[in-house]
């Protein structure tokens, strides 16, 4: 598996999801460095059940009042495009299906 991602700086391989216009970001939790981006439009094509939040800052829990959109990846991508299309920081966060 290559899923375990340390970040460069720290060391931790606690990330977070992170959406920034049209890139998707992998950033450390502990020190908000970058560890990996790719297109956001590679993620489309996903049924994976997701929560999208204004970005809190690293290491933080968003306040629900923040939410952008809830539901399957597919579904809710306009709406973190969009949230996303000025510049505003969109966590992902992934929801267990059951
Ligand atoms: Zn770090």
Redesign the pocket.
């Known amino acids: 598996m290559t899923n375990m991602l340390a970040?460069?700086?720290?060391?931790?391989d606690k990330t977070e999801s992170i959406v920034h216009r049209g890139s998707y970001i992998l950033r450390?939790?502990?020190?908000?460095?970058a560890?990996v981006a790719t297109s956001f439009m590679a993620m489309l094509d996903s049924d994976h059940q997701c929560s999208a939040f204004i970005d809190p800052g690293p290491g933080k829990h968003p306040p629900p009042a923040t939410l952008v959109a809830r539901g399957p990846l597919r579904q809710i991508t306009s709406a973190i495009s969009a949230a996303a299309s000025d510049g505003t920081l969109i966590r992902l966060i992934s929801e267990a299906k059951d």
């Not at 970040?7 to 931790?12: A, D, N, T």
């Not at 450390?28 to 460095?33: L, N, P, Q, T």
């Open positions: 970040c460069p700086s720290c060391g931790l450390c939790a502990a020190c908000g460095e560890i």
